[in-house]
T-cell receptor
Framework: KQEVTQIPAALSVPEGENLVLNCSFTDSAIYNLQWFRQDPGKGLTSLLL?????REQTSGRLNASLDKSSGRSTLYIAASQPGDSATYLC??????????FGPGTRLSVLP | DTEVTQTPKHLVMGMTNKKSLKCEQHMGHRAMYWYKQKAKKPPELMFV???????INESVPSRFSPECPNSSLLNLHLHALQPEDSALYLC???????????????FGQGTRLTVV
């Protein structure tokens, strides 16, 4: 059964720092991996989707990489801003199963 | 338009009430999902609809009754809920490629449900 973990569970940094959030999954047989952002009490906003054949995706200050063989993905946030404060969730799509979510990383960017 | 719209945003209901949650998307997605999310936990899948047919029911109690009247609309009918059912209910949609979840998923803003 696929399991997804995220490290760190929480992170507090001053504005302007570059950040790396980590996601690990136990089974490399996945269709894709998706990173989401969730503000408190709100829904999920899709940030980046990485297909299983891809190594990375970029959108603005965000860059996500995928290493299927090692079961890892990282989300890199450049020049963090207070508006980036949220919980970041990664989710994998294993073959024959629905999305499996990680527990999330709670990010706080201080002005 | 990559929007999934959920109504209402907030709902308070008694344990004997009947209410419905509504979800709508106009992206042409043929896979639609209901998730339940408790505080500080990741979303948990409840139901999946593929081409308006229920394809997955994750052993959800019968007091939750999903309905997909057309390709754009998904409802969740609620009856005789318990206080522990209080949570954020999220709707999502994606392209249907035969697997249902190998394409990008889009989520709504959720309905915050409180059962009293």
């Amino acid at each position: 059964k696929q399991e997804v973990t995220q490290i760190p569970a929480a992170l507090s940094v001053p504005e302007g720092e570059n950040l790396v959030l980590n996601c690990s999954f136990t089974d490399s047989a996945i269709y894709n991996l998706q990173w989401f952002r969730q503000d408190p009490g709100k829904g999920l906003t899709s940030l980046l989707l990485i297909q299983s054949s891809q190594r990375e995706q970029t959108s603005g200050r965000l860059n996500a990489s995928l290493d299927k063989s090692s079961g890892r993905s990282t989300l890199y946030i450049a020049a963090s801003q207070p508006g980036d404060s949220a919980t970041y969730l990664c989710a994998v799509s294993p073959y024959g199963q629905n999305f499996v979510f990680g527990p999330g990383t709670r990010l706080s960017v201080l002005p | 338009d990559t929007e999934v719209t959920q109504t209402p945003k907030h709902l308070v209901m008694g344990m004997t009430n009947k209410k419905s949650l509504k979800c709508e998307q106009h992206m042409g997605h043929r896979a639609m999902y209901w998730y339940k999310q408790k505080a500080k936990k990741p979303p948990e899948l409840m139901f999946v609809y593929s081409y308006e047919k229920l394809s997955i029911n994750e052993s959800v109690p019968s007091r939750f009754s999903p309905e997909c009247p057309n390709s754009s609309l998904l409802n969740l009918h609620l009856h005789a809920l318990q206080p522990e059912d209080s949570a954020l209910y999220l709707c999502a949609s994606s392209q249907e490629t035969g697997h249902g979840w190998d394409t990008e998923a889009f989520f709504g803003q959720g309905t915050r449900l409180t059962v009293v």
